[in-house]
């Protein structure tokens, strides 16, 4: 069981805006503002996507964004693409253990 | 362009050892935290550990299921993270991955090394 909640799987056609939640509690996700999200291919290792809850590193397209309420961080793809089709994981960091925890993993399908 | 190389996988069997090491170049080794992280076939991420950089310590932490049967260290001068896996089970089994820490999570990633634990 991971530590952070993420639904299984997500679709949308091209072209529109999903959104995938992470929910934790006040001791990781509700208590920093250390949030990652990361996209993964099939065989591929993960890629960050989105840190610190809502900023993007270089390169990575504007049409993914991250925010975070309460216990529950989210990442939205909007204008969906063929491409964004992959494994979608959040990470936060958890004062528990000084690392961080996972969640488990969305798959997210573009129709 | 920064690069993490992973190598030292491999069959094991039940209760053997293991030691990984990730070739770090294309940044300032020893400002960087480092952490291993796996991953079971068809499965999450698991965070395995991570050591802070030599600068800010060098200090390490570790996930609970795999504390005190591993043991990260690094080489600055041959800018090099290793992973020390003793007393190897058979769920042990997964890709284990070398990443950078940046904002205290997992940055930069390599493209992983298997480990199979089987008798």
């Known amino acids: 069981q991971s530590a952070l909640t993420q639904p299984p799987s997500a679709s949308g056609s091209p072209g529109q805006s999903v959104t995938i939640s992470c929910t934790g509690t006040?001791?990781?996700?509700?208590?920093?503002?250390?949030v990652s999200w990361y996209q993964q291919y099939p065989g591929r290792a993960p890629k960050l996507m989105i840190y610190?809850?809502?900023k993007r590193p270089s390169g990575v397209p504007d049409r993914f964004s991250g925010s975070k309420s309460g216990n529950t961080a989210s990442l939205t793809v909007s204008g969906l693409q063929a491409e964004d089709e992959a494994d979608y994981y959040c990470?936060?960091?958890?004062?528990?253990?000084?690392?961080?925890?996972f969640g488990g993993g969305t798959k997210l399908t573009v129709l | 362009e920064v690069q993490l190389v992973e190598s030292g996988g491999g069959l094991v069997k039940p209760g053997g050892s293991l030691r990984l090491s990730c070739a770090a170049s294309g940044f300032t080794f020893s400002n960087t935290g480092m952490s291993w992280v796996r991953q079971v076939s068809g499965k999450g991420l698991e965070w395995v550990g991570r050591?802070?950089?030599?600068?800010?310590?060098?200090?390490?932490d570790y996930a609970g299921p795999l504390k005190g049967r591993v043991t990260i260290s690094r080489d600055d001068s041959k800018n090099t993270l290793n992973l020390q896996m003793n007393s190897l089970k058979t769920e042990d089994t997964a890709v284990y991955y070398c990443?950078?820490?940046?904002?205290?999570?997992?940055?930069?990633w390599g493209q992983g090394t298997l480990v199979t634990v089987s008798s």
């Open positions: 006040s001791s990781d996700v509700g208590g920093y503002n250390y």
């Open positions: 050591i802070r950089s030599t600068t800010g310590g060098g200090t390490t």
């Open positions: 990443t950078t820490v940046g904002g205290e999570l997992p940055w930069t």
């Open positions: 990470s936060s960091y958890t004062g528990t253990n000084n690392l961080g925890v």
């Open positions: 610190e809850v809502s």
